[in-house]
């Protein structure tokens, strides 16, 4: 019943900029933390960034100045603006959601992921 879609990923030269969405669907009572995480081969998947329901903001140190994260509650729907892209940036990024359902209780959801790769 519920979805997390990702979209906005490909492939992008260095220097460029991409922005990623993530559209959450279903029968949605409130969406608390979203995030995006990313996980490159041969690496553990790390957090990139999340915002919380009020619309504070964390970044990894490595995105820090370049990527900036925000999020539409009335659309459910989170982003992330990517710029001055690196080719460490390359890898399959997921949403994540702590959400919860009508009649629900809060649980975590993910996203199938998308890619993104970074030329250089």
């Known amino acids: 019943q519920v979805h997390l879609v990702e979209s906005g990923g490909g492939l992008v030269q260095a220097g460029g900029s991409l922005r990623l969405s993530c559209a959450a669907s279903?029968?949605?009572?409130?969406?608390?933390?979203m995030g995006w995480y990313r996980q490159a081969p041969g690496k553990q998947r790390e957090l990139v960034a999340s915002?919380?329901?009020?619309?504070?903001?964390n970044y990894a140190d490595s995105v820090k100045g370049r990527f900036t994260i925000s999020r539409d509650n009335a659309k459910n729907t989170m982003y992330l603006q990517m710029n001055s892209l690196k080719p460490e940036d390359t890898a399959v990024y997921y949403c994540?959601?702590?959400?919860?359902?009508?009649?629900?209780?809060?649980?975590?959801?993910w996203g199938q992921g998308t890619q993104v790769t970074v030329s250089s």
């Open positions: 279903g029968n949605i009572f409130s969406i608390n933390g």
């Open positions: 994540n959601a702590l959400l919860r359902l009508y009649r629900g209780n809060e649980y975590d959801y």
């Open positions: 915002i919380t329901s009020g619309g504070r903001t």
